[in-house]
């Protein structure tokens, strides 16, 4: 194998680096996803931009060998259990998600045995062990048409996102018992500073993920997934929009419309000083991470992700009942 051009990572420029990227990745027959949700310069170097389940899916469909996963540690998990043979690397294993931290597996458990007649119908935005002790895995995307196919008699129990939970049950009519998780990002937007936001943008269309709660939601012309607020945005050339969503896909709806306007929704922390509603953990990868796991140092702050092949059969089996129902 050739020795590697650089030894030190802090020698790289950027432009160095997507070059090492770029390399590595031929000589180890890697496919490179990136979360809309990423940094732009990893967006740049990415094969595919997507969602989670989108992502893992056009992983599995290549033949690569090695699958770096820029997003969250769940996202990863997803790939590796739909791509059981390829080798799953992450740029840090501290990249967590804080609705995944928001059901822990144990408590999960109980709880799934207070409700012995119900079945659990759980966002792709869990854990591996949450996904194994559920029956149907849904995403913001197919989660209407999923929930429409089961009987109405059958009690359900919906997690871990509470505010997706209780949007799902008004669009659909149901009445799903919801654990009560949430997303730091969309949880915490400042519904004074939405409206602060509409009334100096008037013209402006606002578009909402559905794991904002409620209160905000009524403010919103659009709500849906990440791919529904894309093409939202790209059958609305040259409008205005407020984005209450984690603001790194307004690189993407940028090249979707280019002529359009976009404000992102701050929110207010403790001390009263508005900020805008990055992910801290999608904002831990960096090129130079990337590069570093591609390298293998097992040292720096990713690795490989390593499922038991036990906990990962048990997840499959539900995520693929979501595929055959959506
Ligand atoms: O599953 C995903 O990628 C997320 C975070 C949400 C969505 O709506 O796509």
Same mark, same amino acid.
């Given at each position: ?7 030190? #990572? ?18 180890? %027959? $890697? ?29 599995? $469909? #290549? ?6 996963? &820029? ?24 990249? =967590? ?12 458990? $109980? ?13 792709? %935005? ?28 059958? /009690? ?26 949430? &997303? ?6 400042? *519904? /004074?500073?939405?409206?602060? !936001? ?17 209160? !905000?939601? #009524?403010?919103?012309?659009?709500? =849906? ?12 050339? =040259? ?30 922390? /403790?001390? =009263? ?11 831990? %990868?960096?090129? *130079? ?7 293998? *140092?097992?040292? /720096? ?26």
């Amino acid at each position: 194998m050739p020795e590697p051009k650089f030894n030190k #990572t802090q020698s790289l420029s950027d432009t160095d680096l997507v070059k090492e990227i770029a390399r590595l990745k031929q000589e180890q %027959n $890697a496919v490179i996803l990136a979360h809309f949700y990423q940094d732009e310069a990893i967006q740049e170097i990415a094969d595919f931009v997507g969602d989670s389940l989108d992502l893992s899916r056009k992983a599995a $469909a #290549t033949n690569a060998d090695v699958i770096v996963f &820029c997003g969250v540690k769940f996202m990863a998990e997803v790939a590796k259990i739909l791509s059981p043979g390829k080798k799953v690397l992450i740029p840090d294993f501290k990249a =967590g998600c804080s609705l995944e931290e928001s059901c822990p597996p144990k408590q999960f458990a $109980a709880f799934k045995q207070q409700h012995p007649d119900a079945i659990v119908v759980t966002y792709i %935005n869990c854990s591996a062990e949450i996904k194994a002790l559920s029956d149907i895995i849904v995403t913001s995307t197919n989660a209407k048409k999923i929930i429409d196919q089961i009987p109405l008699t059958q /009690k359900i129990i919906f997690a871990p996102d509470q505010h997706l939970g209780r949007y799902l049950n008004k669009i659909t009519g149901r009445d799903m018992i919801l654990w009560n998780g949430s &997303c730091i990002v969309h949880e915490q937007f400042s *519904e /004074k500073e939405l409206v602060k !936001l509409t009334v100096n943008h008037r013209e402006a269309l606002v578009i909402a993920h559905p794991e904002c709660p409620e209160n !905000l939601l #009524t403010h919103a012309h659009h709500i =849906g997934s990440t791919s529904s607020l894309l093409k939202f945005v790209e059958d609305h050339q =040259g409008q205005e929009f407020i984005v209450l969503t984690e603001p790194h896909i307004i690189y993407q709806m940028r090249q979707r419309n280019k002529t359009a306007k976009f404000y992102d929704c701050p929110f207010i922390d /403790k001390a =009263g000083c508005s900020m805008c509603n990055n992910c801290p953990y999608m904002g831990l %990868n960096n090129l *130079e991470k990337v590069y570093e796991v591609m390298k293998g *140092e097992a040292s /720096k702050a990713g690795g490989e992700l390593v499922l038991d092949e036990n906990l990962r059969a048990r997840a499959e089996k539900p995520l693929r009942k979501m595929l055959e129902m959506s």
